[in-house]
């Protein structure tokens, strides 16, 4: 089930949207022009604020967004992070994300309009934080539904213990009281720590979030891999592996969640990683519609790669209208810590095709560097967004892949076989 994968440094473009300024980008989006969003958090000088940057595919910042294409906004006293981003079918940005203020942790949504600046018209002033009193809380993701209502996930809890969060706001950013108890959900699935990372919105408007749910010793620790779906009102989907959720334990040590794509066949591709602290593996699996493991991909619908000595973990994944897999994250090679992307086929091997044996290692700044967000831009380039190691630290960045760094697609039908 482990195949060791080393690839070349990609032929590849780097954009750094704030300079040399602190910072990282942990969603990427693209609009229905083409142009590239790239969303996280940038320093102040004081502490982190939510930034924004927009720019064309070849890597030119969009004038036309906030001040030479980017965006910077302080929600709260203390740190701003933006987690997840999603673009409205108007092209009005969504962001999603952790404010840590007076009054604790909180989560926030934020709208913005096309030209950057906050939506006045979308909750208090373009914001909608919400704060648990002595509970923290956290959004790590975010979809947009065709109806235009919003659905955030992520985490609540006090100390160890914690919930899958889920919350659903109005067009206006107000709480849909249609969904859950007054547009929130919590899911507990059992005595210790769950959190949410990613969000899909299925077809049918049913709703899958993904993450982890820590287990606790003795005899073993760590956390496993956790899956819940739910029904359009919020409720949990009783056809959906075991009440409404799925567990699945890969190792003993940590294994995540920390996103989901949905395959053109209707199944759920999860990415993450496996046995992290023990040298991770990446780790994708693909469940089916009834929350199942899918045989027919990898190994008993799991797939772990390695692509280097150390730790490797996916934060992204794509699924490509034929449903080949690009995913992205990072791989630790023996001195530093490197943006690494991982191409599958549909049934879970090694995509050929895709960089050198599968695998395209990105050299991006002298020090370490992160993968956080990867998306699949129209003219077939793959656009990963993150961070790198520069002047001042870590940097946000965003690479752009062309044809050097992978070779162009080709139908991968023939050679779609079983995986060993």
């Known amino acids: 089930m482990r195949e060791a994968a080393i690839g070349g440094d990609a032929e590849s473009e780097i954009f750094s949207p704030f300079g040399p300024v602190r910072g990282a980008a942990a969603a990427a989006a693209v609009d229905r022009d083409g142009m590239v969003v790239a969303a996280g958090w940038v320093w102040n000088g004081r502490d982190n604020d939510f930034a924004l940057a927009r720019f064309a595919p070849d890597g030119e910042p969009d004038e036309g967004f906030g001040t030479r294409g980017r965006v910077a906004t302080a929600v709260g006293p203390g740190d701003d992070f933006i987690r997840a981003a999603a673009i409205q079918t108007d092209g009005r940005i969504v962001a999603a994300g952790t404010s840590y203020g007076r009054n604790g942790t909180g989560a926030v949504a934020a709208r913005y309009e096309r030209d950057g600046s906050l939506d006045r018209g979308f909750g208090a002033g373009g914001m909608t934080p919400v704060y648990g009193g002595a509970s923290s809380q956290s959004f790590n993701a975010v979809a947009v539904q065709t109806d235009g209502r919003i659905v955030t996930a992520g985490y609540s809890g006090t100390g160890p213990d914690g919930d899958f969060l889920l919350m659903r706001f109005l067009p206006d950013g107000s709480r849909d009281p249609s969904f859950g108890e007054n547009g929130v959900v919590l899911t507990d699935f059992g005595a210790s720590a769950d959190a949410a990372f990613a969000l899909a919105i299925q077809p049918d408007g049913k709703i899958v979030a993904g993450g982890e749910t820590a287990r606790r010793g003795p005899p073993a620790s760590g956390s496993d891999f956790a899956l819940a779906r739910y029904t359009a009102g919020g409720r949990l989907d009783p056809g959906f592996g075991v009440g409404g959720k799925t567990v699945t334990e890969i190792t003993s040590a940590d294994d995540r969640i920390t996103s989901l794509a949905l395959a053109p066949d209707g199944t759920i591709v999860a990415a993450g990683y496996a046995g992290y602290g023990r040298g991770a593996d990446f780790a994708l699996a693909r469940y089916d519609a009834g929350g199942r ?25 794509a699924v490509r209208p034929d449903g080949d897999i690009v995913a992205a994250g990072y791989s630790f090679d023996g001195a530093r810590n490197r943006i690494t992307l991982a191409g599958f086929l549909r049934s879970g091997r090694t995509d050929p095709g895709f960089g050198e044996n599968g695998v395209i290692i990105v050299a991006a700044g002298a020090g370490d560097s992160y993968g956080y967000a990867v998306v699949l831009g129209r003219d077939g380039a793959v656009v990963v967004a993150g961070s790198a190691r520069g002047e001042r630290g870590e940097e946000m960045s965003v690479v752009r892949l062309g044809p050097g760094g992978m070779p162009p697609k080709r139908d991968s039908a023939a050679s779609d076989t079983p995986a060993r």
């Open 293 to 317: 493991l899918d045989p027919a991909f990898g190994n008993g619908g799991l797939r772990l790669a390695s692509a280097g000595p150390g730790d490797d973990v996916l934060r992204s994944v």
